[in-house]
Nanobody
Framework: QVQLVESGGGLVQAGGSLRLSCAAS????????MGWYRQAPEKQRDLVAE???????NYADSVKGRFTISRDNAKNTVYLEMNSLKPEDTAVYYC??????????WGQGTQVTVSS
């Protein structure tokens, strides 16, 4: 089983930046997928960015050019650098990882609030 601990959320003004981190521990062997999702109040959880061990990276259209996902394999950590933040980026951000042959594992979430 994989445990995930997220950090880096908070309150920031529009135009500001935040960096989220998600550290995986436990059974981390075979992680091939790491991603960030977000869920605003009364909305569904949506993909923000994802990175695979193959090197493939995908972003939601709404964050392209502003957010950057990266991973440190030695630390089993995935990052989300968020720049030019907008009020509509306000949400709870969740990281997710998947190992070969296993289901997606979720973090507990970290709140990001962008004030106008």
């Amino acid at each position: 089983q994989v445990q995930l601990v997220e950090s880096g959320g908070g309150l920031v003004q529009a135009g500001g930046s935040l960096r989220l981190s998600c550290a995986a521990s436990g059974s981390t062997f075979g992680i091939f997928y790491m991603g960030w999702y977000r869920q605003a109040p009364e909305k569904q959880r949506d993909l923000v960015a994802e990175i695979r061990s193959s090197g493939t990276i995908n972003y939601a259209d709404s964050v392209k050019g502003r957010f950057t996902i990266s991973r440190d394999n030695a630390k089993n950590t995935v990052y989300l650098e968020m720049n030019s933040l907008k009020p509509e980026d306000t949400a709870v951000y969740y990281c997710a990882v998947q190992r070969f042959g296993d289901v997606l594992s979720w973090g507990q979430g970290t709140q990001v609030t962008v004030s106008s």
